[in-house]
């Protein structure tokens, strides 16, 4: 009775321990949820907003441009740039008929044009695949022009061109921008728009931006035709054009604000999302000897399929440095990557302040909004060293920099441990314990 007591008292300990370590997490989804009721007492403080006050041509003439829905250009595009040495060849993914023909690829940037020039061409999966190479060589960050048999297709800022990629380079990392939303009676447009402009004069290589890019359900804004909330496209416009005005190339992922069904919005938010930047909630690129996987969070995770295509890229880029960008651990993703491979950067945003850490072998960099005027600027300065420098309101709140061993890479991150673990294993083993224990009783 006394081993047997003793067994049910450690099992309490390390399920009330594992419940505690759960609790974090499941308090950060409930508190999300949580702000996504309606405001109906702020409807009545301000007026009616409609798209034109957003988006006037005559102030921004590539608006129509930067916000034109996904269409045959699958990559690279506005969300999934590439960038390319020169010399190098430039995959361009299409999406169109078997029977396309009258191929024309051409990077514009102003007044600047240069075609790609077609090496090599297949069809497969009902998808075409090119193989280009600029005609010219002139640094630049590009638009991507299509033409065809089939009519026409225009991605901004898809292709950045230079001349030399060398150490240290830097990125820098947003999150939650919360297109448009109100602080302090300030719309957050505002605040986002003035910190673009600090961003874009540091000139970074390339930008990081994880997600909740717009406010999604709200009832601030509405559209004076119907009395509805604005709806999620006019949103997701509005985001799109502000990330153009940055003047770097963007990988954006989405967040929950893009990505869960409300009926707050008149509109279909995933439908959105796909309809404007495509079916991919996953993206790969590598600078020098860097690899970078975002992948995109919601409350629900991903599928099955998707996280196997994380593991079988992480598994492909096992000899190099990882970072991966997400917009929130969500049904403990990014975490069962981390456990799984080594990643020496995890970025990532949603609770809207700034932390960071080092547990293990990885660095944990949680960003706060940058319509808190904070954003924060990565310079790798080698294949194992990155320094961190986060500002808000233009106060420098963190600096730091990392070293990494790339010899000692451990594949289980041992220093966290999953609660689902304690929950089910635990239980288990005392199952057996006392199965056995019975057994030796009436033995």
């Known amino acids: 009775m006394e081993s047997k007591s003793i067994i049910t008292a450690i099992f309490c300990v390390l399920f009330i321990s594992s419940a505690m370590s759960f609790n974090g997490y499941s308090t950060e989804v409930v508190a999300e949820a949580q702000n996504q009721t309606p405001l109906i007492e702020l409807e009545e403080r301000y007026n009616a907003t409609s798209s034109e006050e957003f988006f006037n041509e005559t102030s921004f003439p590539r608006y129509h441009l930067a916000a034109r829905p996904f269409g045959m250009i699958q990559y690279p595009n506005k969300a999934n740039p590439k960038i390319a040495l020169f010399g190098e060849q430039i995959n361009v993914i299409v999406n169109a008929s078997a029977d396309a023909n009258g191929w024309n690829?051409?990077?514009?940037?102003?007044s600047t044009e240069i075609s790609l020039d077609i090496i090599n061409l297949e069809y497969v999966n009902e998808t075409w695949l090119f193989k280009t190479l600029p005609s010219s060589q002139i640094e630049g960050l590009y638009d991507l022009q299509l033409n065809c048999s089939m009519g026409d297709d225009y991605q901004t800022h898809s292709v950045k061109l230079v001349e030399s990629k060398q150490y240290p380079f830097n990125f820098i990392h947003i999150s939650d921008l919360h297109f448009p939303a109100l602080l302090s009676d300030t719309n957050t447009t505002d605040i986002n728009l003035e910190e673009m402009e600090k961003v874009r004069k540091l000139n970074p290589d390339f930008i990081i931006c994880t997600g909740d890019l717009i406010q999604g359900p709200t009832t601030v804004f509405v559209d004076p035709e119907t009395g509805k909330p604005l709806r999620s496209e006019i949103q997701l416009k509005l985001g799109l054009w502000a990330l153009d005005t940055l003047n770097s190339p963007v990988y954006l992922i989405h967040g929950n604000h893009e990505f869960s069904p409300s009926n707050l919005v008149p509109d279909n938010l995933v439908e959105n999302w796909y309809n404007y930047l495509g079916p991919l909630r996953y993206q790969n690129f590598s600078y020098l000897d860097w690899n970078f996987v975002g992948f995109g969070s919601s409350f629900e995770g991903l599928n099955s399929v998707e996280l196997q295509q994380l593991r079988v890229i992480l598994s492909e880029n096992s000899g190099t440095a990882n970072v991966l960008y997400y917009h929130f651990d969500f049904n403990n993703n990014a975490g069962d990557l981390i456990k799984s491979f080594p990643i020496e950067f995890a970025a990532f945003g949603?609770?809207?302040?700034?932390?960071?850490?080092?547990?293990?072998?990885?660095?944990?960099?949680?960003?706060?909004?940058?319509?808190?005027?904070s954003f924060s600027t990565m310079t790798i300065t080698n294949a194992t060293c990155i320094s961190v420098h986060s500002e808000a309101s233009n106060v420098t709140v963190h600096s730091e920099t990392y070293n990494f061993d790339l010899t000692y890479r451990p594949v289980t991150n041992t220093d966290k441990t999953d609660a689902y673990t304690f929950l089910i294993v635990v239980p288990t083993l005392l199952i057996i314990v006392i199965?056995?224990?019975?057994?030796k009783v009436f033995s």
């Open 350 to 373: 949603h609770i809207h302040s700034y932390d960071f850490s080092r547990t293990g072998y990885t660095v944990y960099h949680r960003q706060a909004p940058l319509f808190y005027r």
């Open 435 to 439: 199965i056995i224990r019975k057994k």
């Open 105 to 110: 690829f051409t990077l514009v940037n102003g």
